[in-house]
């Protein structure tokens, strides 16, 4: 029988290193007699896996009358698709739920269970929620859900079970539910769940308190006096303390974990192929309380991630987005390299549009590899059609542009998405690569639920997504300066973790944990770079006064309120040397203590410090990204690196051009991205080299990203470098892509002559390294060596 496993960055399918190239197929949306045409499409774009969801509502319509064979509806026969497409060379992800999400009704939760026990629904502070919305939140606990859990497991698990891989079917992984997250309401603090499970007198809540922390804590923590936990009601508006509110958003992500660990337990009794799960919480920095309950609890999960951003219009995905995007890879690659499992993204979007332009696809899909996460699936890779009785807020169908279509129909990122699957299994070691970030960002997780929350108690704006996750955020200016950077959870960080990285930057509001500005502190003692804005925190995390980062570095910064009227936003522009004019919106504090390095007028508003061994910037404003002020903020993100002595390891004539270089063993892949979409020509020094040194720049027409090797060797054969992207290398023969030009450079040791097809070499230069410049019709050329 065969064997799933893994290493590094991939999985490993019997002894074979496999990178996952999939796309999400939900067969029960699909007419059965489409299964096949539909798969061998996606085999046409490279894939080599289907991910699917079951419905439970779908095959259990009546409780204890179930379907798996298509007996009452074509659409129903799971095991026929299961066989379908392991006969077609498949590997299959499956999540069986009991939630699926899925855009489905209910979620899958069958009306029938939630008729007969309406006590599973979660609740609002002041009763049920409406019936009507489309996706009624469960009280995941509730011990009646539970063991309609129980026995749907019992009726599905077998039929997954004979299909798993290890028992020669195609099943590779099965997933834990969707999502976990009472569909979004943990975003509200108020919203869920006030079940009276959680409630009541010696309740779940009652528990998570007792188990965290003693009266004498609370006492202190939520300033009022309790005799005893049952005192201790929970929360239901913000006129609680901060503390408590914090510590009612980690009680319920305590829930989620129980339940996870709930599931989890049995399916590790029924199941040797990896267990897995996305996004627990459908957030970010939280993520930290589930890995760390996975080691408390020896749960050996695969957390997978998803990249769900909108192309509604041609606008929507741009440059501007890519910030985010090197923020949640950062904080998925923190986690997921500390466990050990292969990062993939789950749900990367490829519908959910009105149209979608392929290199707007193309700049989501590409920069996912180079920033860690080589295996990707696409959802929703084929358009379907609800069975009626079974939509949700969508409708009948369920084909927003997809690059499988309702119909069978191929749309233009369907080319997109089969050129990237096709280098990234198959280009020689570019899925193993590693990105190797000088910088970090550290985050500090109760910042995040405050941003959810819009919570207005402090001096400083709580707007995160505005002011450094969003589209005009500090992680997308840094992205647009050329700064790869690492995300790190600075209260599960080590020391020497922090220290690893050339420079920490850390956005701070009032509040921080003493044990977090104590680590800090001994960070910058210990010879660390420190960036810290637009504030230090002045308060601990009960809200008590403390400061031992300002009263360390001897900086004060000014006190004054952020501005929170949205149509009524103060736009001031800070000025340092060399730099002119440099917009800031919102509240900008005079900065006291150090050497100024940024003004209003004539007022310090940043400053330079140097304590211990290292040194610490200080802002009293928001850096952040705008389009028609990039130039200036970017330059200042590069003064910034320069006075902490921060240099990449690249260099890049053209800084529109975005790079990340990715290393491996004694070899490299650096990835090119034109972000914006304009014409753009440039030379870039790595590894000692100026590349190209033939043709006049790396020339970049459109939006698009090219993996250029360095250095990757076969034998006595190495590319030492190339401007097009490396697809292939077998036996004598090399596969270049480029999409951007129609001219390429090809550098090689080893050999001195080689033949050409699908281009011509207009260009030549033979010394210890061979080169040839290639003009190419097309997108792809070989190259035989001779």
């Not at 610490?616 to 990039?630: K, M």
């Amino acid at each position: 029988m065969g064997k799933v496993e893994f290493s590094g960055k991939r999985y490993v399918i019997d002894g074979e290193p496999v990178t996952i190239a999939g796309g999400t197929l939900q067969f029960f949306r699909v007419p059965a007699d489409s299964w096949k045409d539909r798969l061998l499409k996606m085999r046409e774009a490279g894939l080599n896996t289907v991910d699917t969801y079951v419905a439970w509502n779908w095959h259990e319509p009546e409780r204890g009358s179930f379907d798996f064979r298509g007996e009452t509806h074509p659409q129903r026969d799971l095991v026929g698709f299961l066989e379908l497409a392991q006969e077609l060379g498949f590997y299959v992800i499956i999540r069986p739920g009991p939630y699926i999400c899925g855009e489905w009704r209910n979620g899958g939760i069958p009306d029938w269970l939630i008729d007969e026990h309406p006590e599973i629904l979660a609740k609002g502070p002041n009763g049920p929620l409406p019936r009507d919305i489309y996706y009624p939140p469960i009280t995941y606990l509730h011990p009646t859900y539970l063991e309609a859990v129980e026995e749907w497991y019992k009726a599905v698990f077998p039929v997954i079970r004979k299909y798993l891989y290890t028992n020669g079917g195609p099943i590779i992984s099965v997933s834990i539910d969707d999502e976990p997250s009472y569909w979004e309401t943990i975003f509200q603090p108020f919203l869920t769940d006030y079940n009276e499970i959680i409630t009541k007198p010696g309740g779940l809540w009652e528990r998570w308190l007792e188990e965290n922390y003693t009266i004498e804590d609370l006492r202190r923590r939520y300033k009022a006096d309790f005799r005893n936990y049952s005192e201790i009601k929970v929360p239901t508006s913000f006129s609680e303390p901060l503390p408590k509110l914090i510590d009612w958003h980690h009680f319920k992500l305590w829930m989620i974990n129980e339940y996870v660990r709930w599931i989890y337990e049995r399916m590790k009794r029924e199941f040797d192929v990896p267990i897995s799960i996305l996004d627990p919480y459908l957030l970010q920095v939280a993520w930290r309380h589930f890995f760390n309950y996975m080691r408390e609890h020896n749960m050996k999960i695969h957390v997978w991630t998803e990249f769900w951003y909108s192309f509604y219009r041609s606008s929507d995905f741009k440059e501007d987005k890519l910030g985010h995007i090197y923020y949640k890879t950062g904080i998925y690659r923190y986690h997921v390299r500390k466990v050990g499992t292969p990062p993939l993204s789950i749900e990367t979007q490829s519908s959910l549009a009105h149209t979608i332009d392929p290199t707007e696809a193309e700049l989501l899909y590409s920069i996912l590899p180079p920033l860690g996460i080589p295996n990707i699936n696409y959802y929703l890779f084929v358009g379907g059609e609800n069975p009626k009785g079974y939509e949700s807020h969508n409708g009948v169908t369920w084909d927003v542009y997809s690059p499988v279509g309702l119909d069978g129909s191929k749309r233009p990122h369907f080319r997109v998405i089969k050129a990237l699957s096709e280098t990234m299994t198959s280009a020689e070691g570019l899925a193993d690569a590693e990105l190797k970030p000088k910088v970090a960002v550290g985050l500090y997780e109760p910042y995040e639920a405050l941003s959810l929350w819009g919570y207005e108690g402090l001096e400083e704006s709580t707007d995160l997504n505005e002011y450094v996750l969003g589209e005009r955020g500090l992680f997308t200016l840094l992205a647009m300066s050329n700064t790869p950077f690492d995300a790190v959870d600075i209260e599960d960080a080590t020391l020497d973790e922090l220290l690893s990285y050339e420079q920490l930057w850390v956005y701070s509001l009032d509040f921080m944990s003493r044990e977090v500005q104590d680590k800090l502190v001994e960070f910058v003692a210990r010879g660390g770079n420190l960036v810290i804005l637009p504030m230090l925190p002045r308060y601990d995390e009960n809200m008590e006064p403390y400061s031992s980062l300002a009263d360390f570095l001897g900086v004060e910064v000014e006190r004054a309120n952020a501005r929170r009227n949205p149509r009524l936003i103060q736009y001031l522009s800070v000025s340092a040397e060399g730099i002119d004019r440099m917009l800031v919106r919102n509240t900008v504090r005079g900065v006291k203590g150090g050497e100024p390095i940024a003004f209003l007028g004539e007022k310090p508003v940043g400053v330079l410090v140097k304590k211990g061994r290292g040194s610490a910037v200080v802002l009293g404003f928001r850096l952040q990204y705008y389009t028609s002020h990039h130039d200036l903020h970017r330059k200042f993100v590069w003064k910034l690196k320069e006075l902490q002595g921060v240099r990449e390891d690249f260099e890049v004539k053209n800084p529109d051009m975005i790079v990340l270089p990715m290393e491996g063993n004694g070899y490299a892949y650096l990835a090119v991205t034109n972000p914006r979409g304009h014409p753009l020509i440039g030379r870039i020094t790595y590894r000692g080299l100026k590349i190209p040194t033939l043709l006049e720049g790396i020339e970049m027409k459109k939006r698009g990203t090219l993996y250029l090797p360095f250095g990757v060797r076969k034998g006595d054969v190495e590319i030492v470098y190339s401007t097009a992207t490396l697809v292939k290398w077998e036996g004598e023969v090399l596969t270049f892509r480029n999409h951007l030009s129609s001219v390429s450079e090809v550098a090689i040791r080893g050999r001195s002559g080689v033949k050409v097809q699908g281009g011509r070499i207009i260009d030549e230069e033979n010394g210890e390294i061979f080169r040839i410049a290639v003009e190419h019709p097309g997108e792809y050329f070989e190259v035989e060596l001779l």
